[in-house]
């Protein structure tokens, strides 16, 4: 047996005995969902020095990784002959899972490494893996060939004023293969959208692709390997090009606010190797052909897609059509931002809904999917030739069943379809989503029936990671709205609504919300790739915008906002140990916190804030904000406690990047900083400045008010929460990101629960008791002026999702990416039982709880490779059991101590089955 590392022996006392009492059988641990840099089979990323990890499953308690082995091989072929031609790691003692960087020979650009990787446990050795890969992209400039092309123009049926309407490109190639082929692989930046086809078939399951950025700073290429559908003699490359952000949705409008790009281009490689071991390209240049006047006259994000099935250019992507009537391909101007391996997942249709009701109104039909989502309608139509169907999108119905849109703005959400006339035709977009529930449909000589319908669901690909059900179902209910609106505002950057004419990527609705939809999806890769967009919209100076990528210019400086920079930095590295984040991103954050004191310091101050507490509750349901004073919190105090709550992080980030004079400065300044705030705003030890339930709220949880007046303090918020706001939230979008986790931590588990659990306004449940399917914009979403009344929107989720899988279900990462794992639910009083599962980076975590008359019964299962820490509610060891046997008698078990009146005990990893007799 191998012996253990000396940093595993001091992680955990309990494994020396493990390894004496467990049968070592290997026969049922093994190795699952092999990533490199993040993803499963990347084809085309830019590091050379890429991250590789691994989970391990094993039906044994007490499994622990000893020692691992990987090889990476330059060929599938090689591999299976466990040749590591690339890199041998021979066997490595160490128990990390994660982020194993690639120390074998060097990898250039377009090249491959197919790897596998073995270990040794506890339970003795695995076998092999099944085999990953990866690939490496055009990393430089000068790997790129060819030109970039487009149309710069557009055409008589185009439209370029506000409400802007461009047709589609459609661009094709012929070449001709004389030889066998060994691997065929295309590198794509297609903007704003693109299809990509080769011989008629479309590759690749995206859509709405590539992910969105500022293209004047950053271009984002996807990689596909297309050797299986080539063939020997002619062969078609066929792209479509759509708007996307590229060409805006608002032309000659607001020039000062919103950006605009150009005309639709690309550039496309297309690497050849051949079986002799020759190699070609083929490249865009001006030998493509192009055409803009073929079926998808217009396609706006805000606006819809117009379809005319009579202009259809069928076989356009095929070697046999004949493009003599095609315009050569414009070479163009490039966008101006670096080419950028893609290292998120592209938007996919991730899931099909079926409408619930379909009714006749007038002359149209209101269809109802019975939930709010994100997405577009697939249809199946007759109609004859030049027939319109008119599809439009709203999240409401009007009291006389007409779609409500004044919500929507100026956003006219409406695709329409030009039947061909050949009895039933089956059409979805392909440039737009909509956010809607509702579809006004209108053109139809005929009752269509529900199965002509189907609602497809588009977001970024990515695995849900969790499942929670308690006995409470509004706490149910509330988790399936806040799944819904989180999904449905995931479009390659998280945005704020998905409907109206916004739609986009403001930083403070993620402050905490980031956080707790970590918890519902593995949403690593996106926010890793937000982090880099908010980077590159930073200026020189170090200011940070409000909306990154910055479609719109908002520079208005405030702390509230990029705040959010900070704390998903943070989230990445204690949901997923991704501290290689803080590497990246640590000067630029320090450069925005020093430009922010030397610019807003004012009497030992942070003097500047924008938008306040946003979105309190109003004192009138008609009212989007709050006029009434007592209900707003100072600028100041909100702006303050959040730059030293990020002073605080700065402290954990320079220890991260072994930064330690920078730890001094940053605890000198914290401590400064704490010490005027409550000169400034603490009122007789009482309470801070007026007394709102967010100015006593963010002094707790940020550890600034004097450990002497905390009880005092935590007891006037209580109050004002108990007694002036009747039991019932009143914090806005700054409050609200920690009012459930601070009552919690203050010993208010009860309030937490009421606030959580309410149905009248104004409360989440109140959404509910309205109908709401997603979460709303307002507390008052459905009185407030229409001008913002947004149906799906997740910013006032706050930390909502976060108390719900660690208090409810009480699972928590003690030590970053849940190497040690805690579980310590609230109990709370009026919540009998609680099922919650999060599959970690590491592997599936369960915590199901039921309480019986005068027992506990809880069922903990934790992942291989972790530990876990368990808080039960008695302060007697021998009212618990496991599986019906006394803890002393327990492989695997060990009471550690009593905390606030709980046992403690350390468990490995494994299943377990405790009761607690009271």
């Not at 197919?114 to 076998?127: Q, S």
């Not at 092999?128 to 049926?157: C, E, P, Q």
């Not at 695709?415 to 209108?442: K, L």
């Not at 590159?536 to 719109?552: C, E, L, M, R, T």
Request: contains cysteine; charged residues 20%; proline residues 3%.
């Amino acid at each position: 047996m191998l012996k253990l590392p000396k940093h595993i022996l001091l992680y955990s006392f309990l494994i020396i005995p493990l390894l004496l009492s467990f049968r070592q059988d290997a026969s049922k641990v093994y190795v699952e969902r092999l990533r490199c840099e993040f993803l499963e089979n990347p084809l085309g990323i830019n590091e050379v020095q890429p991250r590789l990890s691994w989970e391990i499953a094993s039906q044994h308690r007490g499994t622990y990784q000893i020692a691992y082995q990987i090889l990476v091989a330059s060929s599938a072929e090689k591999l299976a002959q466990n040749q590591g031609d690339l890199w041998d790691s021979g066997q490595q003692k160490s128990d990390e899972t994660l982020n194993i960087r690639y120390q074998g020979k060097a990898l250039k650009s377009h090249t491959q490494g197919f790897w596998k990787v073995r270990v040794w446990t506890t339970h003795g050795e695995t076998a092999w893996s099944d085999v990953a890969h990866f690939g490496i992209g055009l990393r430089h400039y000068v790997d790129w060939k060819g030109r970039w092309i487009g149309l710069d123009r557009a055409f008589a049926w185009d439209n370029e004023g506000q409400f802007a309407r461009l047709s589609a490109r459609y661009f094709r190639k012929n070449f001709t293969l004389k030889k066998e082929i060994h691997k065929a692989t295309v590198y794509l930046i297609g903007l704003g959208l693109y299809e990509l086809y080769v011989n008629g078939q479309k590759i690749g399951n995206q859509v709405l692709a590539p992910v969105p950025t500022d293209y004047t700073q950053g271009v984002k290429y996807n990689a596909f390997d297309v050797t299986s559908s080539l063939q020997q003699g002619n062969n078609t490359l066929g792209t479509i090009l759509g708007n996307g952000r590229f060409y805006t949705m608002r032309q000659d409008y607001k020039p000062y606010k919103i950006k605009t790009f150009g005309y639709p281009k690309m550039l496309l490689n297309l690497i050849l190797q051949y079986k002799d071991g020759s190699r070609e390209s083929i490249v865009t240049d001006e030998s493509w052909k192009v055409t803009a006047d073929g079926p998808i006259r217009s396609n706006n994000e805000y606006d819809g897609e117009e379809y005319d099935a009579t202009k259809e250019l069928t076989g356009w992507n095929t070697p046999q059509y004949d493009d003599s009537s095609w315009q050569k391909a414009d070479l163009v101007q490039e966008p101006g931002g670096n080419y950028e391996a893609q290292t998120t997942e592209n938007m996919q249709v991730m899931q099909q809904i079926k409408p619930i009701q379909i009714k006749p109104l007038n002359h149209s039909f209101i269809l109802d999917m019975g939930q709010n989502m994100a997405g577009w309608l697939k249809i199946k139509v007759k109609g004859a030739k030049g027939t319109k169907v008119t599809l439009q999108f709203a999240e409401s119905l009007q009291a006389d069943g007409s779609l409500y849109t004044k919500n929507l703005r100026d956003a006219q959400s409406t695709d329409v379809y030009v039947c061909r006339g050949e009895g039933v035709e089956t059409w979805q977009p392909r440039f737009v989503y909509h956010g809607f529930r509702y579809v006004a449909i209108t053109g139809l000589s005929y009752t269509p029936s529900l199965e002509d319908f189907e609602g497809q669901v588009v977001y970024d690909k990515m695995r849900s990671t969790s499942h929670f059900q308690t006995a409470s179902e509004t706490l149910n209910q509330l988790h399936r709205n806040a799944y819904w609106g989180i999904l449905s505002n995931y479009k390659g950057m998280p945005v704020d609504c998905p409907q109206r004419n916004e739609r986009q990527p403001w930083l403070g609705d993620r402050c905490a919300g980031a956080y707790g939809e970590s918890f519902l999806f593995d949403n690593h890769t996106l926010y890793a790739k937000w982090l880099d967009d908010i980077q590159q919209a930073q200026k020189a100076d170090g200011s940070i915008p409000d909306v990154a990528p910055n479609f719109w210019r908002y520079y208005g400086d405030n702390v509230t906002w990029p705040a959010t920079y900070f704390t998903v930095a943070d989230m990445l590295v204690e949901q997923y140990n991704d501290k290689a984040i803080i590497e990246k991103h640590y000067a630029s954050m320090k450069k925005w916190m020093l430009y922010m004191a030397e610019k807003y310091t004012d009497k030992g101050l942070i003097t500047k804030d924008k938008y306040g507490d946003w979105c309190v509750p109003p004192e009138s349901k008609e009212l989007i904000h709050a006029k009434d004073t007592s209900r707003i919190t100072d600028g100041k105090l909100l702006a303050t406690a959040t730059y030293i709550r990020l002073l605080q992080l700065m402290q954990k980030f320079a220890f991260i990047q072994n930064q330690s004079s920078d730890i001094q400065y940053f605890k000198k300044e914290e401590e400064a900083l704490k010490e005027s705030f409550n000169r400034y705003f603490l009122q007789n030890q009482h309470h801070y400045s007026n007394n709102t339930v967010t100015a006593n709220l963010l002094p707790l949880v940020y550890n600034i008010a004097p450990s002497q007046s905390r009880q005092t303090i935590a007891e006037s918020m209580f109050q004002q929460i108990l007694e002036k706001n009747q039991g019932h939230i009143s914090t806005g979008v700054i409050g609200t990101q920690w009012i459930m986790r601070g009552l919690s931590s203050l010993g208010r588990a009860d309030i937490a629960y009421q606030l959580a659990t309410n149905r009248d306004y104004p409360s989440w449940g109140y959404m509910l008791e309205n109908g709401a399917t997603t979460i709303w914009e307002l507390w008052n979403g459905n009185t407030a002026n229409p001008e913002m009344n947004s149906g799906n929107h997740v910013m006032l989720l706050g930390d909502l999702m976060i108390w719900l899988y660690e208090n409810i279900g009480g699972i928590r990462s003690e030590k970053e990416g849940f190497k040690r794992i805690s579980f310590k639910p609230d109990f709370t009083e009026k919540l009998p039982w609680a099922n919650v599962q999060y599959h970690t980076i590491r592997g599936n975590v369960t915590s199901n709880w039921k309480k019986q008359q005068g027992s506990l019964d809880w069922h903990i299962e934790l992942p291989a490779n972790t530990t876990g820490r368990v808080f039960f509610p008695t302060n007697n060891p021998r009212n618990i059991k496991e599986n019906g046997i006394a803890l002393d008698k327990v492989k695997g078990i060990k009471v550690i101590g009593i905390e606030a009146n709980r046992v403690v005990l350390e468990i490995v990893a494994g299943q377990y089955d405790f009761k607690i007799d009271f």
